[in-house]
Structures are given as structure tokens and as C-alpha cells.
């Protein structure tokens, strides 16, 4: 994904941070939502230290009981919904702080290997993945593929329709 500088705020502020940065301090308040030049949106989250696990550019993040805290851990850890809160765009390792995407086109979101263009896009059962909707899962869509998923590890680009 290309670095994005943070420009504009609902606030009016300006913040002269690259996106893809992550800290071990808050520097931002969590929650704090910002949209580059094409509309895409992100929230500032910190990944919750208690799950050891590193978030990545393209994985899923799921809501724990605190505000502003994600986890990429869908199975057994701090996670409270099986709803994707976000899409990773950079490195954010555990108990550290930065952004994910949670509306707009995202050029990679980590899959199961079995997702088509135009699939809807569901939290998978493996930490970090989106699988494609099944029947029942309607309330669970955080976007949809955009191609058909491939590389390696398996990815395919995205719009995320917008979770606030």
C-alpha cells in the first residue's frame, strides 16, 4: 500500500504522521477516525497486548471489550465478535498502537484462499483472514472483493463498505 500522510481531520487539525506508522505509545486518541485525499477511512486502534499476535498490512482485526482495541486473534482470544473492526495497513505489533482501514479500497486483504471478485467478505475462523459470506452471515459483510484472491500468502483488493 502506498504511504499516506494524514492531511485533513474532521477536527480541521493537521497531522503531519504516515499511516502505516505504529507506536508503542498512544499518540492519538482511539477511536480517532481520518480519511485521506480519496476518501478512504481509519481508525487509530491499539492491538491488544494480551493476544501476542502482530498485525500486518491486509489482516482482519476484530473488537475486544475495550474501546479502540482490536485483535487479529478470531479463535480464543480477546476478540468479543466475530465482526472485522478493521483491515490492517501496516505493521502494529502487540500492545503497540496505529491505524487501521475500515472504509474505502484496501489493495490487499489476507484471505482463506477461496474468495472470487465480487464475493462479499466475512471475518474468517483463521486469525487475520476474510472468508467469503455464507448463508446467515449478512450481518457480519465488512466489504467485498474486488478480484479473485491469489499470491502468498493468499490476498485479494477490497472495498470496504464502512465500518464505524
Given at each position: 500500500m502506498t504511504r499516506l500522510a494524514v492531511t485533513g481531520w474532521p477536527q480541521g487539525l493537521h497531522l503531519g504522521a504516515q499511516l502505516e506508522d505504529s507506536h508503542t505509545a498512544?499518540?492519538?486518541?482511539?477511536?480517532?477516525?481520518?480519511?485521506d485525499q480519496k476518501g478512504n477511512v481509519f481508525?487509530?486502534?491499539?492491538?491488544?497486548?494480551?493476544?501476542?499476535?502482530?498485525?500486518?498490512?491486509?489482516?482482519?482485526?476484530?473488537?475486544?471489550?475495550?474501546?479502540?482495541?482490536?485483535?487479529?486473534?478470531?479463535?480464543?482470544?480477546?476478540?468479543?465478535?466475530?465482526?472485522?473492526?478493521?483491515?490492517?495497513?501496516?505493521?502494529?505489533?502487540?500492545g503497540s498502537y496505529g491505524w487501521v482501514q475500515v472504509s474505502g479500497y484496501h489493495d490487499a486483504v489476507l484471505t482463506d484462499g477461496g474468495v472470487a471478485a465480487n464475493d462479499a467478505l466475512v471475518g474468517h475462523t483463521v486469525d487475520g483472514e476474510a472468508d467469503t459470506m455464507a448463508a446467515g452471515e449478512e450481518h457480519l459483510v465488512f466489504g467485498f472483493a474486488m478480484a479473485t484472491d491469489s499470491g502468498s500468502p493468499e490476498s485479494a483488493p477490497a472495498q470496504l463498505t464502512g465500518i464505524l
Open positions: 498512544a499518540q492519538y486518541t482511539l477511536g480517532l477516525l481520518a480519511s481508525r487509530y486502534v491499539q492491538n491488544i497486548l494480551a493476544d501476542s499476535i502482530a498485525v500486518a498490512d491486509g489482516t482482519c482485526v476484530y473488537f475486544t471489550a475495550t474501546d479502540g482495541v482490536v485483535t487479529p486473534d478470531f479463535t480464543g482470544g480477546s476478540g468479543v465478535s466475530s465482526k472485522v473492526a478493521g483491515v490492517g495497513i501496516g505493521a502494529i505489533a502487540a
